[in-house]
């Protein structure tokens, strides 16, 4: 089973995509912020992280640069969640090493899985 | 600082906030959009059909809630001069298409007939932002659909001289000589709240204004009056300014 690991700092988003991706046949892990997250990642291996962009302690972009930084297994597939849709911000991420970008506003769950699994089979 | 940027800086500041609002936003009516798709998918256990169509009533309000938040996020971007545009080759009579499948259920459900006349044959390919003029055209078939009680709505896509126009005529309720001249400024809904018994707050002609004059092309509308229906014509020139 693929271990997945989930930055989201509100709580419902969190139990909405913790559920969804159970169901789904993922392992899920889920962090309040890229701090915690980062504690996980250290712990566990974690083959894909979705995380947000806005977050308090540790942003997701600052998460991207600490998981993109050498500690971690760089075929970890990392995908943004945001409601950051501009075109600069996408580009910021993927410059910085995510594997994609998704406007969390435009999918239900059920197309959020499927885009997930678009992006990490890709 | 002089006067202009002192305004300039107020403007900034006023949309700055509007933009981190926006976002606010967003995540709660994405957690909404979230959990009652789970309950609609009967993830959290068999749902009587009365209680989906609820639902789903939750899920469109939900739907246009979103689109209204990013209506206000639109005109902070181009008040502030940060809209981008990305180019790319695009088949507008795809752009249509798409367009009027994503009407076709709920067109039916109003009880009105929703018509697209392509051309028949491969018209030019644009230098346009695909998904901008995307919304600019849903905008239009949108608004035709909610201003038309009866009768139908159509989609058309012609080569005029070196433009590609894109025309969505209804039989709808027209628009009246005094609205016509402020249809597509910012906030303009008719005042007259009986006759135009619709949701919005009037942002989408004047988003789709900007967008389509970055493209070097024009929008307008016509219409003979009360209740005779109306058109609104977009033009897209085919060698682009971009």
């Given at each position: 089973?693929?271990?997945?690991?989930?930055?989201?700092?509100?709580?419902?988003?969190?139990d909405?995509?913790?559920?969804?991706?159970?169901?789904?046949?993922?392992?899920v892990?889920?962090?309040?912020?890229?701090?915690?997250a980062?504690?996980?990642?250290?712990?566990?291996?974690?083959?894909?992280?979705?995380?947000?962009?806005?977050?308090p302690?540790?942003?997701?972009?600052?998460?991207?640069?600490?998981?993109?930084?050498?500690?971690?297994?760089p075929?970890?597939?990392?995908?943004?969640?945001?409601?950051?849709?501009?075109?600069?911000?996408?580009?910021?991420?993927?410059?910085?090493?995510?594997?994609?970008?998704?406007?969390?506003?435009?999918?239900?769950?059920?197309?959020?899985?499927?885009?997930?699994?678009?992006?990490?089979?890709? | 600082?002089?006067?202009?940027?002192?305004e300039?800086?107020?403007?900034?500041?006023?949309?700055?906030?509007?933009?981190?609002?926006?976002?606010?936003?967003?995540?709660?009516?994405?957690?909404?959009?979230?959990?009652?798709?789970?309950?609609?998918?009967?993830?959290?256990?068999?749902?009587?059909?009365?209680?989906?169509?609820?639902?789903?009533?939750?899920?469109?309000?939900?739907?246009?809630?979103?689109?209204?938040?990013?209506?206000?996020?639109?005109i902070?971007?181009?008040?502030?001069?940060?809209?981008?545009?990305?180019?790319?080759?695009?088949?507008?009579?795809?752009?249509?298409?798409?367009?009027?499948?994503?009407?076709?259920?709920?067109?039916?459900?109003?009880?009105?007939h929703?018509?697209?006349?392509?051309?028949?044959?491969?018209?030019?390919?644009?230098?346009?932002?695909?998904?901008?003029?995307?919304?600019?055209?849903?905008?239009?078939?949108?608004?035709?659909?909610?201003?038309?009680?009866?009768?139908?709505?159509?989609?058309?896509?012609?080569?005029?001289?070196?433009?590609?126009?894109?025309?969505?005529?209804?039989?709808?309720?027209?628009?009246?000589?005094?609205?016509?001249?402020?249809?597509?400024e910012?906030?303009?809904?008719?005042?007259?709240?009986?006759?135009?018994?619709?949701?919005?707050?009037?942002?989408?002609?004047?988003?789709?204004?900007?967008?389509?004059?970055?493209?070097?092309?024009?929008?307008?509308?016509?219409s003979?009056?009360?209740?005779?229906?109306?058109?609104?014509?977009?033009?897209?020139?085919?060698?682009?300014k971009?």
């Amino acid at each position: 089973m693929q271990k997945m690991l989930i930055a989201e700092d509100d709580q419902m988003l969190q139990d909405i995509y913790k559920m969804k991706f159970s169901n789904s046949g993922f392992e899920v892990f889920v962090a309040e912020n890229g701090k915690v997250a980062l504690e996980i990642a250290k712990k566990e291996k974690i083959d894909i992280v979705l995380t947000d962009s806005i977050m308090p302690e540790m942003d997701g972009v600052e998460l991207i640069r600490n998981l993109r930084g050498g500690e971690y297994d760089p075929s970890m597939k990392i995908i943004m969640l945001s409601n950051l849709s501009q075109k600069e911000d996408r580009d910021n991420v993927m410059q910085l090493g995510a594997t994609g970008f998704i406007a969390k506003t435009d999918f239900t769950p059920a197309q959020l899985v499927i885009e997930v699994n678009k992006i990490i089979a890709a | 600082m002089n006067k202009a940027e002192n305004e300039q800086q107020l403007d900034n500041a006023k949309s700055d906030f509007i933009s981190i609002a926006s976002h606010q936003l967003r995540t709660p009516l994405t957690a909404i959009k979230g959990f009652v798709s789970l309950l609609l998918e009967g993830s959290y256990g068999e749902i009587e059909p009365k209680q989906a169509e609820i639902l789903k009533k939750i899920y469109d309000s939900n739907q246009k809630l979103v689109s209204l938040v990013d209506d206000l996020l639109n005109i902070s971007r181009m008040e502030t001069g940060r809209m981008e545009f990305t180019f790319a080759p695009c088949r507008l009579e795809n752009i249509c298409q798409e367009v009027v499948d994503a009407f076709s259920v709920s067109a039916k459900e109003h009880g009105l007939h929703l018509e697209y006349n392509n051309p028949g044959m491969a018209l030019p390919e644009l230098m346009i932002d695909g998904d901008r003029i995307k919304e600019v055209i849903f905008n239009m078939v949108d608004n035709a659909i909610k201003y038309t009680p009866k009768g139908g709505v159509r989609l058309k896509i012609e080569q005029v001289a070196d433009n590609i126009r894109v025309t969505a005529s209804d039989s709808g309720i027209g628009v009246l000589d005094v609205e016509m001249p402020h249809l597509f400024e910012k906030f303009s809904r008719g005042k007259d709240t009986k006759r135009l018994n619709a949701t919005g707050i009037g942002l989408g002609l004047y988003v789709g204004k900007f967008i389509v004059e970055a493209h070097g092309g024009r929008i307008w509308a016509e219409s003979e009056g009360e209740n005779k229906g109306s058109r609104f014509i977009l033009e897209l020139p085919i060698k682009s300014k971009k």
